[in-house]
């Protein structure tokens, strides 16, 4: 180690600096030296793997640059560093061991393992006072625990739904005053609210309502017409044929003025509803009394209106209804040329079919309608599988399956998922009330296989639609 020293300092410059340099090289060699002695061999060698690392320092630091050599500085940058890294990868000396080390036990040698034995878990415990950290197992929720909790959010927040509520039956009034003078020879009934926010089946947001209109007819003057007597074949669909003319000419029913070909046409009717709320009424003075903003959907089919509040956004559909021999029926034709129909819905019999049931066996339909119809809202592909499809297919099952307790909701849930996914495949649903009509009727194919797809592929793993 000192002839090398000594060889390189014969590369120096003359003067102070290497007559310094040549007064540290004794003082290393006298510590190398005399470094086996008090520090013994391990000892040693780290001090002089150290020492060869300073004067490499060193006499980099004071050796001429190669001014014909561009590189001379990144590779005397380069050998620093390697240099420091010599420094910092020297092993420690090991500590010297104490008397009383001596007297304390030697762990035990790890045993070999026999082929097919289990590792013992004292061999791989933490070392010895170390810290005994108990980690917790994580806790994997249920599907029943998910659908429960996935419930709780549904929830409408309580002042949200008051005010929804508030604004639509002040809607409501306005709207029924208004045609009371604008149309008093036209028997309208009493405006009502309807919906899932009013019957407890409401999620996610309360933006949506319906306004029913009742269309106060005469018995004696109208009769009701099966679609399945129609051209259009469709079960769901009704016809109100105005009779006895020989009679009874036109004139003697003030709603003689909306007949096409002998028929009450809904699209006659929705059309001059539709003209009122869009030019008649001042819904601004109306929004200003309510601090809401009003305003009638003009290019809309159907006779809506988006009331805007600081708080709430919220949709209303006015539906002229006509109540005749125990039957429902909306202005809601169908789209192509026939304007004459009528549209049957059961909705007040499904939301009442579903709470007695729910009552004669506190059951968890309801809870389960709920979170189905949230799972059709916030997936694009299964918006229109929602509402009237899922309650129907509920109520088919609770015929199937008597066991409608809440801790079956997990159960009950994937067999309605099996259910959709078996109806779907077929392309039919039939009505719970009336099994002639097929409530998938007005669904395209393309529609019918991409629900089917999303679903089938939740059966195995139903926590995805959540």
Not at 240 to 245: H, V
Not at 293 to 316: F, N, T, Y
Not at 442 to 455: C, P
């Amino acid at each position: 180690m000192a002839a090398f020293w000594h060889q390189r300092g014969r590369r120096q410059e003359n003067g102070g600096l290497g007559s310094v340099i040549d007064g540290l090289g004794s003082v290393f060699d006298v510590l190398l030296a005399n470094a086996r002695l008090v520090l013994g061999v391990s000892g040693a060698a780290v001090l002089a793997i150290a020492t060869l690392a300073v004067k490499r320092l060193i006499d980099r630091a004071t050796s001429p640059r190669d001014e014909g050599d561009p590189k001379a500085e990144q590779k005397s940058l380069e050998e620093s560093w390697q240099d420091l890294a010599l420094i910092k990868t020297t092993p420690k000396p090991p500590k010297k061991q104490r008397k009383e080390d001596l007297s304390e036990p030697l762990p035990s040698p790890a045993r070999p393992l026999v082929p097919g034995e289990a590792p013992d878990p004292r061999g791989c415990s933490a070392p010895l006072g170390a810290p005994q950290v108990k980690s917790s197992p994580l806790r994997c929720l249920t599907l029943q625990e998910k659908l429960l909790s996935h419930s709780s959010q549904l929830a409408v927040p309580e002042i949200q739904a008051s005010l929804v509520l508030q604004l639509a039956r002040s809607i409501c009034t306005q709207l029924q005053n208004f045609l009371r003078s604008k149309c008093p020879e036209l028997p309208f009934g009493r405006l009502f609210l309807s919906g899932a926010l009013l019957d407890g089946l409401e999620v996610l947001a309360a933006d949506h309502i319906h306004l029913m209109l009742p269309v106060v007819l005469d018995a004696g003057l109208w009769s009701l017409i099966s679609g399945e007597d129609t051209v259009v074949r469709n079960p769901q669909h009704w016809m109100i044929k105005r009779i006895d003319l020989g009679y009874f000419p036109r004139g003697c029913s003030p709603w003689d003025r909306f007949i096409v070909g002998r028929y009450l046409s809904s699209n006659v009717l929705n059309e001059t509803l539709h003209k009122l709320l869009v030019a008649s009424i001042n819904w601004p003075a109306i929004g200003g009394l309510l601090g809401c903003a009003i305003h009638p959907v003009v290019a809309s089919r159907e006779l809506k209106l988006e009331v805007k509040h600081d708080q709430v956004e919220l949709s209303i559909t006015l539906f002229p209804v006509v109540e005749m021999e125990d039957r429902v029926l909306l202005a809601v034709p169908p789209e192509g040329l026939v304007e004459n129909l009528w549209l049957e819905s059961f909705y007040r019999a499904e939301v009442s079919r579903v709470k007695e049931l729910d009552a004669s066996d506190t059951g968890a339909r309801q809870l389960c309608l709920r979170i189905l119809n949230g799972v059709c809202r916030s997936q694009p592909s299964l918006h229109k599988l929602g509402g009237s499809p899922v309650t129907h297919i509920i109520l088919h099952l609770s015929d199937a399956a008597s066991d409608w307790a809440e801790e079956s909701l997990a159960d009950r849930f994937q067999q309605v998922l099996e259910e959709l996914v078996a109806y779907l495949e077929k392309g039919v649903l039939p009505s719970y009330f009336n099994p002639k009509i097929n409530l998938f009727s007005g669904l395209l194919e393309e529609e019918i296989d991409e629900m089917g797809f999303v679903l089938y592929r939740a059966m195995s793993e139903p926590e995805v639609l959540l």
